[in-house]
């Protein structure tokens, strides 16, 4: 990439953010699923940040296991210490790792994007679990735990149930959304919480997130074979149930669900709507009044038109520049050229690039509870 490289410094030329590296990564036989997915997340800062002083609180690497997040602290140390500012990396002990670890992206086929982000968070989460239960029952290295940064809260023991871990990925991107059902007959409400570390929205056509959000919250009534059954009337009855966001996560992580089973077909097809995905979203369909203000940071587009074959690209915001990462290839972008990822008003269209994983960050720092 050393012509694009340089181009790249070119164009950003005395603005080219001080510390800052821009870097490609090889393709090793579609595994563009993966470097589009690391690329949005290495530009996710929060996370990078405390991904690197995880590494560098654990030096320990070479006696440790290898598992997929001493790969990943690897990989984005070995672009932040990089002597040049652009350039091409291989990620390739971390590729080889995940297909050692899940047979599912084992093989030369086009894999889905969404699955490996959702398989790697929560084998991230697993991973910093076990370390930390491991800590506490060898009570020499429980220090070296607790130095590990935002790192592991121990879990207190509350009668007999435990407290669920809450490590740095957690911190980032898991939000709470809280399912509750009224029954139609005692008017009682039911609240149930769950946790959630991305969002999965069904989408039509010519729409945005804002409504799609918003179709995500509706309420749906419980009639005929689907009644809820109240505890407080004993008994089957008709009721209403919707889904709010009890608390909004500092990373907001979005899937559009554009590949959708047709039952004629007896497969996926690939939905090419135009969502309108806006720089700036304001969650209103809270549980607290106030809307949570987040700004777009990276964009994983998916280019094709079906689901079994294509390519990924990812548009990521850095210093307030936009750039356009397509595997081993960084250029600059402008912002407006992000609306040309919002899909196609019409079914047949030439334009296959449609945004597939938002990534919007919390900027009400105030507003964090």
């Not at 694009?4 to 990564?25: C, I, M």
């Amino acid at each position: 990439m050393g012509a694009a490289g340089s181009k790249l410094e070119k164009a950003l030329g005395d603005q080219f953010p001080e510390g800052e590296r821009y870097f490609g990564l090889e393709n090793f036989g579609n595994t563009c699923y993966c470097n589009s997915v690391l690329q949005a997340l290495y530009f996710c800062v929060p996370f990078r940040e405390q991904l690197l002083e995880y590494y560098s609180s654990n030096k320990s690497f070479a006696d440790a296991e290898e598992n997929l997040l001493t790969c990943l602290a690897d990989l984005f140390t070995q672009i932040t210490s990089q002597k040049k500012k652009t350039g091409v990396i291989a990620p390739k002990r971390f590729v080889q790792r995940l297909k050692k670890q899940n047979e599912i992206f084992r093989s030369y086929m086009h894999q889905d994007a969404h699955e490996f982000l959702n398989y790697l968070l929560n084998e991230l989460v697993d991973i910093l679990e076990k370390e930390s239960r491991a800590a506490k029952s060898d009570p020499e290295s429980c220090s070296s735990s607790e130095q590990i940064p935002n790192g592991i809260k121990t879990s207190h023991m509350n009668g007999h149930v435990r407290e669920p871990l809450i490590t740095w990925v957690h911190k980032n991107f898991q939000g709470i959304l809280t399912n509750e059902t009224r029954c139609l007959r005692c008017e009682t409400v039911t609240a149930r919480d769950e946790t959630f570390l991305d969002l999965s929205l069904d989408i039509e056509q010519n729409t945005s997130i804002t409504s799609c959000l918003k179709n995500f919250s509706s309420t749906e009534t419980l009639n005929a074979e689907d009644k809820f059954f109240c505890d407080k009337c004993c008994s089957l009855q008709e009721a209403q149930k919707r889904m709010k966001i009890k608390k909004p996560p500092q990373i907001l992580v979005i899937h559009l669900k554009r590949f959708k089973y047709i039952e004629q077909l007896g497969r996926y097809k690939k939905l090419s709507y135009r969502v309108v995905f806006p720089l700036e979203l304001k969650l209103s369909n809270t549980v607290e009044d106030t809307d949570a203000e987040y700004s777009l940071f990276a964009v994983v587009v998916h280019v094709g038109s079906g689901p079994n074959h294509g390519h990924y690209v990812s548009l990521v915001k850095s210093h307030n520049h936009w750039l356009f990462f397509d595997d081993e290839n960084v250029e600059m972008i402008d912002e407006s050229a992000v609306q040309t990822f919002f899909g196609s008003a019409q079914e047949y269209s030439s334009n296959t690039d449609h945004g597939y994983i938002l990534f919007y960050e919390r900027v009400d720092v105030g507003n964090t509870s």
